[in-house]
């Protein structure tokens, strides 16, 4: 039977670069090595790494003020790292979720934090709206998609300050202003390669201005300099990450991917509305095209876990909802087919006809 994977990260990845990357686990760029113990400095993986960061400023048109950089540490690493290279004196954030509010937690350490809106009243339903960014703040921060809430930005916020991403759910997913940020970052186990490296973008001018000393590893300036070759790199992800990017455009770019996403997203979420049994629980307006979130309607909640059975027994993996939420998640990412989307709608509607 197929096995439909609906994980929230790690999650599906192309079978291009699950193939690609297994091949070079045994023989890596025809040296007679595996790929997992060849020198992070020799002139093969120097290449990979120098064709990754050039494919992702083409995909993602990249201006020449910025820089793209591959680091340890996931997405929380950032957490720290942004206030620590980027925050003076105060900060502004967007409170909409779990990883935005652990974002919150850590720049705290290093400066003034203003919270401009939070959903955490309504469990992180929606996105805020109509808030007001200090003039005074040295970057804006925001989450653009909520992998456990299933919410998205779908509007790039106007504001007059500088703004900062965590795009780790839904990067290459659609096409990004990048000029608009001064940086953006993104753990890879969602749109692009197993966990274990972040891709990192960020405005060069913006760097070596916060006023502090910071450590070695800690600086973005460091890494921009070796260009990711400070220290080892995760080469293993690194060059998954390669065969991701050489796969979105052979497919069409990112654009093509943005309209994959919509129609996949639009296939469930007409489901959810239709079935008598499930709705969703973001907010229509602010539904998340990567991580569909839902449960039972109340009258047959007790009839989950039997659905999470029925949906396992026919090939869905992964749709178990995050334990603050509840129900179910459907994680629909790049790499994730139309076709599997379908098996999970044909799921709910024969366990509506049981």
């Not at 699950?18 to 090595?33: C, V």
């Not at 989450?143 to 900062?164: A, C, E, F, M, S």
Request: aromatic share 10%; with cysteine; hydrophobic share 40%.
């Amino acid at each position: 039977m197929k096995k439909h994977n609906f994980y929230a990260g790690p999650s599906i990845l192309s079978q291009y670069t699950i193939k690609n990357t297994a091949d070079a686990i045994l023989d890596f760029a025809g040296t007679g090595l595996s790929l997992m113990e060849v020198s992070h400095r020799g002139k093969e993986f120097v290449a990979v790494c120098d064709e990754a960061r050039n494919l992702v400023k083409e995909l993602l048109d990249v201006p020449a003020t910025h820089d793209v950089i591959f680091l340890g540490g996931g997405a929380s690493m950032q957490f720290c790292m942004i206030p620590y290279n980027l925050l003076k004196k105060k900060a502004s954030y967007l409170d909409t979720g779990t990883w935005a509010s652990k974002a919150i937690k850590e720049a705290k350490f290093f400066g003034e934090v203003e919270v401009v809106a939070s959903s955490k009243e309504k469990n992180y339903t929606f996105i805020p709206k109509n808030y007001t960014v200090s003039g005074d703040s040295d970057y804006f921060h925001i989450t653009t998609n909520n992998t456990i809430y299933g919410t998205q930005i779908h509007r790039i916020p106007q504001v007059d300050v500088p703004l900062v991403a965590d795009m780790s759910s839904d990067i290459f997913s659609r096409p990004v202003d990048v000029s608009k940020y001064d940086a953006i970052y993104a753990g890879a186990q969602k749109n692009l390669a197993p966990s274990g490296v972040t891709i990192v973008i960020v405005r060069k001018d913006a760097l070596n201005k916060a006023g502090r000393p910071i450590p070695t590893m800690l600086n973005y300036m460091t890494h921009v300099e070796k260009e990711s070759m400070f220290n080892t790199p995760p080469v293993v992800p690194i060059f998954a990450a390669l065969q991701t990017l050489k796969w979105y455009k052979d497919n069409g770019g990112i654009a093509a991917m943005q309209k994959k996403n919509e129609e996949k997203a639009a296939v469930l979420y007409d489901e959810i509305d239709r079935n008598r049994l499930f709705k969703g629980t973001a907010e229509p307006e602010d539904r998340s095209l990567m991580n569909v979130c839902f449960v039972m309607n109340d009258e047959y909640k007790e009839l989950e876990p039997e659905f999470a059975t029925f949906a396992a027994a026919a090939g869905m993996i992964g749709i178990k909802g995050h334990r603050s939420v509840g129900g179910f998640r459907a994680s629909i990412y790049n790499a994730m087919p139309l076709d599997s989307v379908k098996a999970l709608v044909q799921a709910m509607q024969d366990f509506e006809n049981v």
